[in-house]
Structure formats: structure tokens, C-alpha cells
């Protein structure tokens, strides 16, 4: 009798609201739906997708097969086409239910109302909630049509395991489209709305078996299949876990991607907002990925590495003893950028982004980059107007007194050899230790870390912080302040592009979810040496190639050009390089710091060896089948004669001094080269850290040169 009694007093109220809802208010106001983002390659091919929680993919009713929305419609509102918002009859009769038993056992919502609770209300259950919510479903059905709600309530509903929406739904637990389903896969998706945690087909596979016969049996009711076809769908077997339908964020590429866009005030004022935007924006971000480079990128690295890699582990290898005395496992990472923008291309961060090794050693590994940082002195003394054939003595060891030290610093050529009095040219080829170190001094070294400052080159001190390059650290020509890969690559893009840099990039345009464009990648870039500066560096790196330490990454039929770098000790091996088209850094080392690298694959790692390989296999692949693009031809310069330091300062090359000329602006001055080498530094990552510890033995792999010197020139016009 209470229950009835119960039923008799609500079903009037029920009636009553429904009519009053039909009278003047404002619309409904559904929340917005938050929705994954997509990440592009430059040739529009999906690589990643983003979100948080919730994981979804709007699509329209269009994209749903019938015997989707029937299934759907079979279990959750039969008469969806017929009622106005609410079906009086059913929420009495579920409420009746719920009375007696004295919770919720029933629901009697329609699908208008469970979308009214998912989209403006919460799910409390109270009496004035229910009431509410009849209310609005009304409403809603006059504000919106039926085709409209059912779309909205497809893309809303939850389905488990970050599932929101049909379409992520299909894809997690089927790895289909929505349009791709079946109608035993559509019971089962219809039978999991009630309920997606306790109907979890992976965690209750009898309870989500029961729900799809459920949900099957009432589609024969309805008419939309037949007893077979059910039986035929009871019997599939049920999906045991989910499915990867869209490539997963686990790359370096896309990290970089995020952590820009995440730091983009074009996105929200605050960091909520521009988080909300990247994972719940549906945003469309089209990046300069090419991923055909990037697949030969990794081929080229894992070819290199193949002979002495770890099994399994086609990029690791055992770089050396550690000073704990245990094996120090090795890498290789790099870099590639379009010289005439700034795009990274291809980003090797490490040997993949898995839990351990998610630290990208591209572009926040800051490592001593050796002798190719050498390429910084030549461009400086270019634009001071020096020629290539100046001559210099690389004779060595060599020695310098500097102001704070009581000893003089001693610098040795590779291998300790003699080393020759030579051209700045020879110099480069060669990679002369005594001869760049005496080039700094005239280039003077606060003019050559400005400019590698101008080209976007910074460090790492001793806090961790990234800093400009310290000009006071006499060694820097030998290349003892740590930069990055990404950072070497931008730099040498800039010779690439006649003198004009660009600050590297990853995100080329955003779009919004509706397709309008939010911000578009726009940089004119800065002219950071002459034209003619850059041209006749490049034929100078050619020739490196060509016959000096880098032959391992000649290019058939190409004009490629570049520079090795070898840290001291083998800790750090470098290439640098570059050809019209394209700029690349490689770094081989141990992934946890300096480490010698002495035997590996049977010798010790240098610039000219594996990472030159690298570079040379890359290039090889990418340019064999293009038209080759040479090198501009470069202006002849009339030569200044020999180069000398002062005698109280070079305590072993020669005895009078010739006035240096300084790099524009007039009002640089030499700042004094008081420290020897960087001081050690400890680190927070896995990163390398200085070794600075003095004796400028870090040259790239074929020695100093010869001990027979060249005829020296004095001002006469290189052919």
C-alpha cells in the first residue's frame, strides 16, 4: 500500500513538470566535451594522440552504423523516438522499484535525461536531482533535435578504461573505428553504459557475456536481427585487453612537442589553460617530423651500432668501465634541421622512449662536443676578415701562460703529434689542437662565444642552469663547454643557409577543433655572419670531408661538409655536418656521463669513426636519390699573412707578435682568458658534465697532421 501510495503522488508531480517545462525558459547549456588532440607529421600522417582521462573522439551520428544506435536504443531507451524528453511511465515505475527496495536498482532515465545528468547535472541521487533533470530533458528536446541529442550522447557516454564516446570505445576494446562495428560488438558496448566498471569485459568477462546476451535478445525483440544472428554473436569470444588503436605520445619527438606547446602562451595565460588546450583542446598540431628521415635516422644509428650492440638492444652498447668500476651503457643520439627554417626534421633522443630511458640526450644532453666546436673559431676569424690560407703553428705540445695559473697550460695535439706550421685550412682539416687554441686567442674568445651565442648556443653550469658560453675559459676552442645535439645541428644549419640561422623548431601550425588556425610558425631568422664568411667555412668543412677527418660521411656525387669532435679521453664522440638541404649532429657516448670510450667494436670512439659512419649512412640514404645541390663557389680573399701570439703568452710557437683585427662591432674587446678549462659539474640528469681537466687532448681521430710543414704564405690570393 506505501508503495503504490508512493506511485499514485509522484506520477502527477511528473506529469505537472513535464508540462511546465513546456513554458518560456532559456536553453539548456550543455558543458563542453573535452576531446584528444592530434599530432601530425609534415606529411599529414598521424603520430601521436593526447589526452588525459579522457580519452575522446567526437564523430557524427553519420559515422555510426544503424545496428550501433539500434543496440544502443534496445537497451538503454526503446521509445527514444516517441517521448518528448521524458518517459513518465518508465521513471514511475523504476522509482516504485527503488522505493521498495530501499536503493537504486533501476534506472528509468531516458537517454535525453542521462545526457541532461552527464552534461549539466551530477549523478546525486536525491528527489530534487530527478526532478531537475526531468525538467531540462524537456527542454532539451525543444531546444535540440533527436538526431542531435542521440549524437551528443553517443560522443558523451563512458564505456571504461578512459573510454568516452563510441568511437574510443570501438577502438579500445575492438581496435576499430565506430563504423567498423559489428552488431555483437555493439551489444556488448550497449550492454557496458550502466554500468563500464562492473560490465569491464576485461575484469568480469562473465558479467559483460551475460550483458551482451542482454542486450542482444532485446535487439530480436525490436526486430533489428534475428534469434541466429544472436546466437551467432553470444558465441564470439569477448576481447581480453585493450587495444593500441592510435599511435601512443612514447617519443621524443612528440615530448618535445608537448613540453613546447605545454610552454606557449598562444594556448591559455596560465598553465591550467594551456594543459586543458594540449589534452582536452582537440587540438590538430601539425609538426616539421619527417618520418621517413627519422626511420632512416634510427636505421643508420642501429646499422652503425649493429656489430658491437647489446643483444636485444639494437641502439646500447658498452661504452666502458665507469669510475665505480661497472659497465657504462652507450648511445647514440642526433639531430636533424632544414637549414632554411629551423625544422627539426628527425630527433633521435636515445635508444628508445621507454620508462628508463626517457631522458631525450638531443636536445637536454649537454655534452663536450670536442673539436667540432673548432668550426665557431674558423667563422669568427672569416668575419674578422682572416683567409683560409693564413698560416698558424700547430706545433706541438704547446704551452700558454695564463694570468691566474702557476703553470703554463699544456695543450696536445691528437695522438701527441708533432703537428706542422700550416694554413687555417690545413689547420681545420686537420683538426689542429695547438693551432685552434693559438686561433682563438686571435680570434679572441669572447668574440667566438658570442657569436656561437648569436647561433644559439648556450651551456649547462655548474647549478644546472642553462647559461650563455663563458668567455673566459682559455680551452674553449678545444671544445670544453657542454652543449646539446640540437643545439650543434641549428648552429651548422646556419653556414648551411649562407649565414642565416634559425631558432630550431617542432610545431609548425595548431589548429583548433573546429580547423581554425590558432598560431602558424613564423620566423625570419638573423643573419649571424657574412655570406661570404659562411660559404668559405662550408668549403672548408667540404674539404674535411673530403679528405681531412671526416671522410667517413662522404656522399657520393653530394656536397656534404662537417666537422668531427672527440672529447678527451674518447668521452664524447661527435659529427657534425651539413648539406644544402639538410643540417645533422651526432653524438655517441656513455648515457650516464663521460666515460672513456677506448674499446669499442675494438677501438676508441672518435668523431671520425662511428658517429661520421652514422652521418655518412644518413646522408647517403636521404641524398642518393635526389639532384645534387653543390655548394656556392667561394670568393676569393687576399691572405694576412702568418699569425702570431705573443711570446710571453705562447711559450712555444713564435717570437714577435702581429696585430689581430677584431670581428665587428669596433667596441668588442678581449675579455681576459684567465681559467685553463670549465671546472667539473655535477648534474642532475644523466648528462655528461665537464672533465675540463686541462691537457687539450681532445682532436677527432686522424692526428694533428703532418710533422713536415707546408710552405708558410704570406699574402697572396687562394686559388
Known amino acids: 500500500m506505501v508503495v503504490t501510495a508512493v506511485g499514485m503522488a509522484v506520477a502527477p508531480q511528473l506529469t505537472g513538470l513535464t508540462e511546465a517545462a513546456h513554458g518560456e525558459a532559456s536553453d539548456v547549456e550543455l558543458r563542453g566535451l573535452s576531446q584528444r588532440s592530434y599530432v601530425y607529421a609534415v606529411d599529414g600522417s598521424l603520430i601521436a594522440t593526447l589526452q588525459e582521462e579522457e580519452n575522446r573522439a567526437p564523430i557524427t551520428l553519420d559515422e555510426v552504423p544503424d545496428h550501433v544506435i539500434d543496440a544502443v536504443l534496445a537497451v538503454e531507451d526503446s521509445g527514444f523516438w516517441d517521448h518528448k524528453g521524458v518517459n513518465v511511465r518508465a521513471t514511475v515505475r523504476a522509482l516504485l522499484s527503488n522505493v521498495d527496495a530501499g536503493g537504486t536498482t533501476q534506472g528509468g532515465s531516458t537517454i535525453t535525461q542521462q545526457l541532461i545528468k552527464q552534461s549539466v547535472l551530477t549523478s546525486e541521487q536525491t528527489f530534487d536531482r530527478k526532478t531537475r533533470e526531468v525538467f531540462l530533458a524537456v527542454r532539451l528536446e525543444e531546444q535540440m533535435s533527436k538526431e542531435e541529442i542521440l549524437e551528443r550522447y553517443l560522443n558523451t557516454i563512458y564505456l571504461g578504461n578512459h573510454s568516452y564516446g ?67 554473436y553470444n558465441a564470439v569470444p569477448l576481447p581480453t585487453e585493450p587495444s593500441q588503436y592510435t599511435p601512443p605520445p612514447d617519443d621524443y619527438f612528440v615530448e618535445e612537442v608537448k613540453q613546447a606547446l605545454l610552454a606557449d602562451p598562444r594556448l591559455g595565460e596560465t598553465a591550467t589553460d594551456r594543459f586543458d588546450a594540449v589534452f582536452r583542446g582537440g587540438l590538430q598540431i601539425h609538426t616539421t617530423l619527417d618520418i621517413g628521415l627519422q626511420y632512416l635516422s634510427e636505421v643508420a644509428r642501429n646499422d652503425t651500432l649493429a656489430p658491437f650492440a647489446l643483444e636485444g638492444e639494437p641502439a646500447l652498447f658498452i661504452a666502458g668501465r665507469n669510475l665505480a668500476g661497472f659497465d657504462a651503457v652507450g648511445t647514440v643520439a642526433s639531430a636533424t634541421v632544414d637549414p632554411g627554417t629551423g625544422a627539426v626534421r628527425a630527433l633521435v633522443g636515445g635508444p628508445g622512449f621507454g620508462d628508463q630511458y626517457k631522458f631525450n640526450l638531443a636536445t637536454q644532453g649537454y655534452r663536450q662536443p670536442g673539436s667540432s666546436f673548432k668550426t665557431f673559431v674558423l667563422l669568427e676569424l672569416l668575419e674578422q676578415g682572416y683567409a683560409p690560407q693564413d698560416t698558424i703553428s700547430g706545433r706541438g705540445p704547446c704551452r700558454f701562460n695564463l694570468p691566474t695559473e702557476d703553470e703554463p697550460y699544456e695543450v696536445e695535439n691528437f695522438n701527441n703529434s708533432r703537428g706542422f706550421v700550416g694554413s687555417i685550412r690545413a689547420m681545420t682539416t686537420a683538426s689542429s689542437n695547438c693551432g685552434y687554441v693559438r686561433l682563438g686567442q686571435i680570434a679572441g674568445i669572447d668574440n667566438v662565444t658570442e657569436l656561437a651565442g648569436e647561433m644559439g648556443i648556450v651551456t649547462r653550469n655548474a647549478a644546472n642552469e642553462i647559461v650563455p658560453l663563458d668567455p673566459s ?31 630550431p623548431y617542432f610545431v609548425e601550425r595548431v589548429l583548433d577543433r573546429n580547423g581554425d588556425v590558432i598560431f602558424q610558425h613564423s620566423d625570419p631568422g638573423t643573419r649571424v655572419v657574412s655570406i661570404e ?25 653530394h656536397d656534404v661538409a662537417g666537422k668531427t669532435g672527440t672529447a678527451q679521453d674518447s668521452s664524447n664522440g661527435w659529427f657534425v655536418g651539413f648539406s644544402r638541404q639538410l643540417s645533422t649532429a651526432v653524438w655517441m657516448g656513455a648515457m650516464e656521463g663521460n666515460v672513456p670510450m677506448n674499446r669499442v667494436g675494438g677501438r676508441s670512439v672518435t668523431g671520425g669513426s662511428y ?33 702570431r701570439l705573443d711570446r710571453n703568452i705562447d711559450l712555444d710557437g713564435y717570437t714577435t707578435t702581429v696585430p689581430t683585427r677584431r670581428r665587428r662591432p669596433p667596441s668588442r674587446t678581449p675579455s681576459p682568458t684567465t681559467t685553463a678549462a670549465p671546472a667539473p659539474t655535477t648534474t642532475a640528469d644523466p648528462g655528461g658534465g665537464n672533465n675540463g681537466n686541462g691537457n687539450g687532448n681532445n682532436g677527432n681521430g686522424n692526428g694533428g697532421g703532418t710533422s713536415t710543414p707546408p710552405p708558410s704564405t704570406e699574402d697572396f690570393v687562394e686559388p
Not at 566498471?197 to 550483458?211: G, H, K, L, S
Open 166 to 232: 563510441i568511437q574510443t570505445a570501438a577502438e579500445t576494446y575492438f581496435n576499430v573505428s565506430a563504423s567498423e562495428l559489428d552488431p555483437g560488438q555493439a551489444a556488448l558496448l550497449a550492454g557496458m553504459i550502466r554500468d563500464p566498471i562492473d560490465y569491464n569485459p576485461f575484469r568480469y568477462p562473465e558479467v559483460a557475456i551475460e550483458r551482451r546476451r542482454i542486450a542482444l535478445s532485446r535487439m530480436v525483440d525490436e526486430g533489428h536481427i534475428t534469434e541466429d544472428d544472436a546466437a551467432w
Open 473 to 503: 675559459f682559455f680551452s674553449t676552442p678545444l671544445g670544453t663547454q657542454e652543449v646539446t645535439p640540437l643545439g650543434m645541428a641549428a648552429a651548422y644549419a646556419a653556414i648551411a643557409n649562407d649565414g642565416h640561422y634559425h631558432t
Open 533 to 557: 664568411t659562411a660559404q668559405i667555412a662550408a668549403d672548408i668543412l667540404k674539404e674535411n670531408v673530403e679528405r681531412g677527418t671526416g671522410t667517413a660521411a662522404r656522399v657520393r656525387g
Open 611 to 643: 658517429p661520421a659512419q652514422i652521418f655518412g649512412r644518413l646522408y647517403n640514404a636521404v641524398l642518393g636519390n635526389m639532384e645534387p645541390e653543390p655548394f656556392a663557389d667561394p670568393p676569393a680573399r687576399r691572405g694576412t699573412g702568418t699569425l
